[in-house]
Nanobody, 123 residues
Framework: QVQLVESGGGLVQAGGSLRLSCAASGRTFSRSVMGWFRQAPGKEREFVGA????????NYADSVKGRFNISRDNAKNTVYLQMNSLKPEDTGVYYCAAQKPDVSWTTGRYDYWGQGTQVTVSS
């Protein structure tokens, strides 16, 4: 069982930056595709971005391309979400998620989820 714990959320003005972190338990982190999702009030959870096991392949939602960057440190069992040029519409609870180890990137299925961290962007 993998446990994920996010941190780094907070309140920031539009145009500012935040970096979220997600620490994972267990020994299989380096073999799992990692993703970030978010949920705004009254809306469904949506995909933000994902990162391959090696950290080479990235995929982002169109709404965050060019502003957000996902990275990982497999030695620290941690994945990061660097968010720049934040907009009020980026407000929401941000969730870290992990696929099972050795599952193909293409499945898009995430089996492990963190508890979420709140990001609020003021205008």
């Amino acid at each position: 069982q993998v446990q994920l714990v996010e941190s780094g959320g907070g309140l920031v003005q539009a145009g500012g930056s935040l970096r979220l972190s997600c620490a994972a338990s267990g020994r299989t982190f380096s073999r799992s595709v990692m993703g970030w999702f978010r949920q705004a009030p009254g809306k469904e959870r949506e995909f933000v971005g994902a990162l391959s096991c090696s950290g080479i392949i990235r995929n982002y939602a169109d709404s965050v391309k060019g502003r957000f960057n996902i990275s990982r440190d497999n030695a620290k069992n941690t994945v990061y979400l660097q968010m720049n040029s934040l907009k009020p519409e980026d407000t929401g609870v941000y969730y870290c998620a992990a696929q099972k180890p050795d599952v193909s990137w293409t499945t898009g299925r995430y089996d492990y989820w963190g508890q979420g961290t709140q990001v609020t962007v003021s205008s």
